[in-house]
């Protein structure tokens, strides 16, 4: 029976006799008196709108090459509308008297595209101009419709707008090919519209859509498309000078060209996204951060693992990022045709790689790592080289003008054509060759100019090379100066191949050279055995009492004194005074070399410290000042013109 009571908005009892049914949400405006907070608040139109900035802002449209006219209506109350006209191409031109004035836009034109091939509708705009509303007003009078009705429907719409500081709503989830191309280009906007697509699978549909927008400083914050098709994010954000942050981009699959270019001359980003894709295609991510001035971090890995079908997919990738400090592990196990082809080229500040940063990997096609850090002038380290059969230039130029300081290792037992040359070509701070595999076979050019102008070079340890060929080692150390000692295990020149051809040109006047005895060594030239070289066979590096310098050293990082039994001098470069060090008289790891001084002596400079202990072969070893109190100081010997056992 239903009792007498007040009805009461907040009992949530059903039950209760106060209880209302169907009663309605209670406005968030009660409690704020805000009007954007009230729920269900009437619907603003979502027409394409232009707001002046400043007082006598323009707005027209013109066409260009004589397009089929699109249709078009405007108003500057959103009651009123008027048909928008041309004459002779240009069209009405909308004065926007005062700051805050603006005009609508609207249209059906389902079948007509504002580009047409070159026939183009393209805004011009004076003054400062803001956009709002949804661009689809211009297809679709209700703005209802998420997809694009036509090829090409807005490219190229707003480019050259200087004007222009502010980017209309792009909400279409269906796009199709190239309709935003170029939209944007060399417009004045500061931040860039949401794109919802999650599937851009279209040729072309974003590509230079952003470029040369010196004013941009937001991009979209995520790229939500899984699957991006061909030349999709081409040059996207290219010269977009004030560019700090990159979009996320969640792409799976990257289709050909896709990202070529897409950061390009982005001189103030800083953080490269994160590049998940798995499967790339023919030059993806070529060039994609190319001139990035200020790009410090790339992207942490690049999982896709097989790169058969994708030549220079990460060709130039980060050429010219001279900020850059990181590279991104590559997961690859199957390489094709210059997919890492100058991917670092000219980063000058890469210090350090991760020695694991390269799988092994199957080389199907040439120049899979040509240049791949040429010219990183800082680089002091090399990622470890794991791939055992090279074809055709597949480490070609790979460190070429680097700092590196030590060759990578390199598993290799078989090498092809031209796949080392000039590998470490101007590697100024090399003194000696890698360590190779104990047997391996080479073709021929596959050393050719390899270590030309290492000027530091000293040592070279060939002995792994049974056999030569056709300009297999031609020019391989011209121009290292400082080249003493060279060892080989070939017993033929193979001369009618040219196979040494100016190999020791230009090299040290005096050195060893030790082969087999079968090899022979009459003729003495720049393509044979040097003239002055001493010949071996199967010894050490000889005696050589040429006075080298020491210095006091605060790391354990050793070079190599004289060769094995030598009894040498060191002469020291400044005054040293030796006190009291933290190397005991006992437990001198790898002390070859001890010099015994008075307790706290004071070296000056030009004093001779004999070497009384022989040196054992093969060994990078220590030297070791100590005086009478047990204590002793490690010392460094300067390597200038001593050969190595």
């Known amino acids: 029976m239903l009792q007498n009571v007040q009805a009461d908005f907040s009992v949530e009892d059903t039950n209760s006799d106060a209880y209302i049914k169907n009663k309605p949400s209670l406005a968030t405006v009660a409690e704020t008196g805000d009007y954007n907070d009230l729920l269900n608040k009437p619907v603003e139109n979502a027409w394409l709108c232009f707001t002046a900035g400043e007082a006598n802002s323009t707005v027209a449209i013109n066409q260009h090459n004589s397009p089929i006219s699109v249709l078009l209506e405007y108003s500057t109350d959103g009651s009123t509308w008027t048909e928008y006209t041309w004459s002779s191409g240009s069209g009405t031109v909308i004065t926007l ?44 009078k209700e703005a209802k419709r998420t997809d694009i009705p036509t090829n090409s429907c807005f ?8 004007a222009l500081k502010s980017a209309p709503e792009l909400p279409a989830t269906s796009l199709k090919t190239k309709c935003y191309e170029e939209m944007f280009k060399q417009t004045g906007i500061v931040n860039a519209p949401e794109l919802p697509c999650t599937n851009t699978d279209v040729y072309a549909v974003y590509k230079n859509m952003f470029k040369g927008c010196q004013s941009l400083c937001t991009p979209p914050s995520v790229l939500p498309s899984t699957v991006v098709g061909e030349s999709a994010y081409q040059g996207m954000f290219e010269d977009c000078g004030l560019l700090q942050n990159a979009p996320e981009i969640q792409a799976k699959s990257v289709s050909y060209y896709a990202c070529y270019g897409m950061f390009k001359n982005c001189y103030n980003l800083v953080k490269a996204p994160e590049l998940p894709a798995t499967t790339v295609y023919n030059y993806s991510y070529s060039e994609m951060f190319c001139n990035c001035r200020s790009l410090v971090v790339a992207p942490s890995v690049l999982p896709t693992a097989n790169l058969e079908n994708a030549e220079y997919c990460y060709y130039q990738m980060f050429y010219g990022c001279t900020a850059l400090k990181t590279v991104p592990m590559i997961l690859a196990t199957t390489m094709g045709s210059h997919n890492c082809q100058y991917m670092f080229r000219g980063c000058t500040s890469l210090t350090t790689v991760p020695t694991n940063m390269l799988k092994p990997v199957t080389f199907t096609k040439y120049g899979a790592y040509t240049g791949m850090f040429l010219d990183c002038s800082s680089l002091k380290n090399a990622p470890d080289l794991p791939s055992t059969t090279l074809i055709n230039e597949c480490y070609s130029q790979m460190f070429r003008g680097s700092g590196i300081e030590k060759c990578p290792k390199i598993s290799a037992t078989s090498f092809k054509g031209y796949s080392c040359q000039q590998m470490f070509y101007g590697c100024n701070n090399l003194t000696e060759t890698p360590t190779f595999a104990p047997s391996i076979t080479i073709e021929g050019r596959s050393f050719k100019n390899a270590f030309e102008r290492c000027i530091n070079l000293q040592r070279a ?8 060929y056709y300009e297999s080692l031609q020019g391989a150390f011209d121009y290292c100066q400082k080249l003493k000692y060279v060892k080989v295990s070939f017993t033929d020149w193979d001369s009618n191949e040219n196979a040494t051809d100016g190999w020791l040109s230009s090299v ?6 030790d082969c087999p005895s079968t090899l022979d ?40 004194c004289p060769g094995a039994t030598e009894t040498g001098v060191l002469t020291v470069a400044s005054a040293l005074t030796l006190n009291a060090m933290p190397y005991a008289s006992t437990g001198i790891a790898y002390a070859e070399v001890v010099i015994d001084l008075a307790s706290n002596a004071t070296v000056t400079a030009g004093t ?14 220590v030297c070791v000042v100590r005086w009478s109190g047990g204590t002793a100081k490690l010392f460094k010997v300067i390597e200038e013109d001593l050969p190595q056992a």
Not at 533 to 546: E, Q, R
Request: one cysteine or more.
């Open 155 to 162: 490219a190229n719409l707003f480019e050259g707008c200087t």
């Open 521 to 560: 060594t009459t003729t003495r030239d720049a393509s044979h055995v040097p003239s002055g070289w001493t010949v071996t066979h199967g010894a050490n590096a000889p005696s050589d009492d040429t006075t080298s310098t020491v210095e006091a050293m605060t790391t354990d990082i050793y070079t190599v």
């Open 97 to 140: 008297a005062e700051i805050g004035d603006y005009v609508y836009f609207r249209g059906d034109n389902s079948d007509v595209a504002f580009k047409q091939d070159s026939k183009t509708h393209k805004f011009v705009m004076s003054g400062t101009i803001y956009a709002s509303g949804s661009i689809m007003s211009l297809v679709d």
């Open 608 to 621: 001779n410290l004999t070497l009384v202990d022989t040196l054992t072969a093969g060994k990078r070893n």
């Open 461 to 468: 340890d060939l002995s792994s090379i049974s056999t030569i």
């Open 508 to 513: 040290s006047a005096n050195g060893v050279f």
